[in-house]
């Protein structure tokens, strides 16, 4: 009994867990009443033992269909659409940082926005890492995505980043931008979004 009561005593002392935040990778314009989210469950080793994500994994193995989940919404009123529907859009979201740009192309087609979109996608293998495919070559067909650019690292021996896309595509992105593109980034703030940083710094500066 003194040695579970200890146990409650470290179990007090430990932080609460912090809330995991996923973007909404849905548009309500386009399905009433749901909200979807993209999710890459995290999963590893240490000291020879599996391990994973806390909430990844439970929202992939433990929550059953028809289950409930608590959720809260937490608004960012500065990553939205732009206020003219004209404007270019050029969306940068390399793995799950996809999410909110499903959502804008969503959003587009099913208010009949027009106006030129570029994405950039990539992640590591694009047979089993290619996300929502078949819905960017139905906008490419439809016209609601002008251009897709991706880049999947270990498809070939050196390892290729959407930093290195949009290098590539230097004299095309400074265009876009010369009309007045909107740039969105979304996924690793760590290193993605530096090196995506850098990359557009070094072509407006080559320009």
Known sequence: EGEHRALGDVADLLPALAPRLYSISSSLAAFPGEVHLTVAAVRYETGGRPRGGLASTWLADRLARGDTAPVYVHR????????????????????????????????????????RTWLFFGDQYEASCFFYKDEWDKALADGSLTRLDTAFSRDQAHKIYVQHRIKEAGKEVFAWLERGAIFYVCGDAERMAKDVDEALHSIIHSA
């Open 76 to 115: 960012n009123p500065r990553f939205r659409l732009p206020a003219d529907p004209g404007a270019p859009v050029v969306m940068i979201g390399p793995g799950t940082g996809i999410a909110p740009f499903r959502a804008f192309l969503h959003q587009r087609r099913a208010l009949g926005l027009t106006g």
